[in-house]
């Protein structure tokens, strides 16, 4: 029985294209991502995690007994051939397995995904449609992208912290909390670690997290998830400027690593990859205030003083090959912990990072407000409750720092680098308004 073979007799398809020499006998299991019939040749695309290769069983050179599985086997089934290799120039990779046999371990119904389903049919199917090459090479490409932030902030001596999901206030405003009951008292689900990322910068100066951020959108758009993944991170004696270079730095680093390790998944997912190539900080910084006038001069009316939606920014990201950001926000758009300009009060200390080719908005940051009672006039003036912020505000009333901090959106930056058209993909079960399945 092959299926009682130790898990080290096993060879990855990958291995087989790296290493495999004509004539060596392998043993490979996995699924099959295609089958075809021709007289009397089955050729069985075996997947496995690493790859896919061309499995073939000849009638004339297999017992009976193996000819008939080779029949039997279904799409997706998962199995075990045994098998030579053999090089073949018309197979993908010029390598294939001539198959001596055969074990069927989990045999497949009709599976009900053929190609070419709408987008709703399969995000019914998730469950399976997640076995696709594109999702694969995508969830690929995304742990490469946590495993550079991971590495970035660790080679720079950032604290990683595991600030929770559950809270009693609110970060980003009202109108996008999910709300829960917790024992009888209100609470909402996380749309950003932020504050208690401010919390520890007084003993740990420089924190990072990733956490599940919660946003009860209203809208279905293409980059908006109902839960995402955030990476957030805060530092005190940042300036602005400072973090904004923390987020250029870990882009670019992050972009490196994806070019260095997941080219072939990108390929498969038709990315072009100049641009990622050419990326190189500093990015281009321009002021809200010009934002405008080069949107007014692009012919897209906006008043000062309007926050930048999906479109203006699409618009915008059509004069830059690289990511850029956009700083000084006039504050009446941009959240209340964010810190006055000193040279104009009307605008923040704020500052977002816009992917180029139309992706828009893909991190957002500020140095903080450290001035007591200038946040508590700006939780007052945005209709907040200073009882439920008298912890945030007790942190500018013991030794009090200047600090900055930013979010990043991981399925912004994977839709993104991935050339994505929606962020559904980017994560595995995409949650929205009206979809939350499986
Ligand atoms: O700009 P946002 O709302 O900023 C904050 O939450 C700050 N408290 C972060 C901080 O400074 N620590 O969200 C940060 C990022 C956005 O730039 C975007 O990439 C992503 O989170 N994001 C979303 N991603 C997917 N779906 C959504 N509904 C998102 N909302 C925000
Ligand atoms: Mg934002």
């Known amino acids: 029985?092959?299926?009682?073979?130790?898990?080290?007799?096993?060879?990855?398809?990958?291995?087989?294209?790296?290493?495999?020499?004509?004539?060596?006998?392998?043993?490979?299991?996995?699924?099959?991502?295609?089958?075809m019939e021709v007289k009397n040749r089955v050729f069985l695309v075996l997947r496995d995690s690493t790859g896919t290769i061309q499995c073939v069983v000849h009638k004339d050179s297999v017992?009976?007994?193996?000819?008939?599985?080779?029949?039997?086997?279904?799409?997706?089934?998962?199995?075990?051939?045994?098998?030579?290799?053999k090089p073949?120039?018309?197979?993908?990779?010029?390598?294939?397995?001539?198959?001596?046999?055969?074990?069927?371990?989990?045999?497949?119904?009709?599976?009900?995904?053929?190609?070419?389903?709408?987008?709703?049919?399969?995000?019914?199917?998730?469950?399976?449609?997640?076995?696709?090459?594109?999702?694969?090479?995508?969830?690929?490409?995304?742990?490469?992208?946590?495993?550079?932030?991971?590495?970035?902030?660790l080679k720079r001596g950032w604290w990683e912290v595991t600030p929770p999901i559950i809270t009693m206030s609110a970060c980003e405003g009202g109108a996008t909390l999910f709300e829960l009951n917790y024992f009888g008292e209100k609470a909402y689900?996380?749309?950003?670690?932020?504050?208690?990322?401010?919390?520890?910068?007084?003993?740990?100066?420089?924190?990072?997290?990733?956490?599940?951020?919660?946003?009860?959108e209203k809208s279905r758009t293409r980059r908006h998830l109902s839960e995402y993944t955030h990476l957030e991170a805060e530092a005190s004696w940042y300036n602005m400027e400072d973090m904004m270079r923390v987020t250029e730095d870990l882009i670019h680093h992050v972009v490196?690593?994806?070019?260095?390790?997941?080219?072939?998944?990108?390929?498969?997912?038709?990315?072009?990859?100049?641009?990622?190539?050419?990326?190189?900080?500093?990015?281009?910084?321009?002021?809200?205030?010009?934002?405008?006038?080069?949107?007014?001069?692009?012919?897209?009316?906006?008043?000062?003083?309007?926050?930048?939606?999906?479109?203006?920014?699409?618009?915008?990201?059509?004069?830059?090959?690289?990511?850029?950001?956009?700083?000084?926000?006039?504050?009446?758009?941009?959240?209340?912990y964010m810190k006055l300009?000193?040279?104009?009060?009307?605008?923040?200390?704020?500052?977002?990072?816009?992917?180029?080719?139309?992706?828009?908005?893909?991190?957002?940051?500020s140095q903080r407000e450290d001035d007591y009672d200038n946040l508590l006039a700006r939780i007052i003036e945005a209709g907040l409750n200073p009882e439920e912020y008298k912890w945030y505000l007790d942190l500018r009333k013991y030794g009090s720092v200047p600090h900055s901090g930013f979010g990043l959106g991981v399925e912004r930056l994977v839709m993104w680098i991935t050339g994505l058209d929606h962020i559904r993909d980017a994560t595995p079960f995409p949650r929205f308004r009206e979809r939350a399945y499986p």
């Open 1 to 35: 029985m092959l299926i009682l073979m130790t898990n080290n007799t096993f060879t990855k398809v990958r291995e087989v294209f790296k290493n495999g020499a004509p004539g060596e006998k392998v043993l490979l299991r996995g699924w099959v991502h295609r089958k």
């Open 341 to 365: 300009c000193p040279s104009n009060p009307e605008l923040v200390l704020g500052f977002d990072m816009l992917a180029p080719e139309g992706y828009g908005e893909i991190i957002g940051g």
């Open 63 to 85: 017992p009976e007994s193996v000819w008939s599985k080779a029949k039997a086997i279904t799409r997706e089934s998962s199995f075990i051939v045994e098998g030579v290799v």
């Open 256 to 336: 490196k690593r994806v070019l260095e390790e997941r080219l072939e998944e990108l390929e498969f997912l038709g990315r072009k990859t100049e641009l990622l190539e050419d990326l190189k900080p500093p990015f281009p910084r321009i002021t809200y205030d010009e934002a405008i006038d080069v949107l007014r001069r692009q012919g897209l009316p906006i008043d000062w003083g309007e926050d930048l939606g999906a479109d203006e920014e699409r618009k915008l990201t059509e004069n830059f090959d690289t990511p850029f950001f956009i700083t000084l926000f006039p504050k009446k758009i941009k959240a209340f």
């Open 189 to 216: 689900l996380s749309q950003s670690a932020q504050l208690y990322l401010e919390v520890l910068i007084y003993s740990l100066e420089k924190v990072w997290a990733i956490t599940p951020s919660f946003r009860a």
């Open 88 to 153: 073949d120039k018309r197979a993908p990779g010029g390598l294939e397995i001539t198959v001596s046999n055969i074990e069927i371990v989990g045999i497949s119904s009709i599976f009900p995904i053929f190609g070419r389903e709408s987008v709703e049919y399969l995000l019914d199917n998730r469950h399976l449609w997640i076995r696709s090459r594109k999702l694969t090479a995508v969830f690929k490409v995304k742990h490469t992208v946590l495993d550079a932030c991971r590495e970035f902030f």
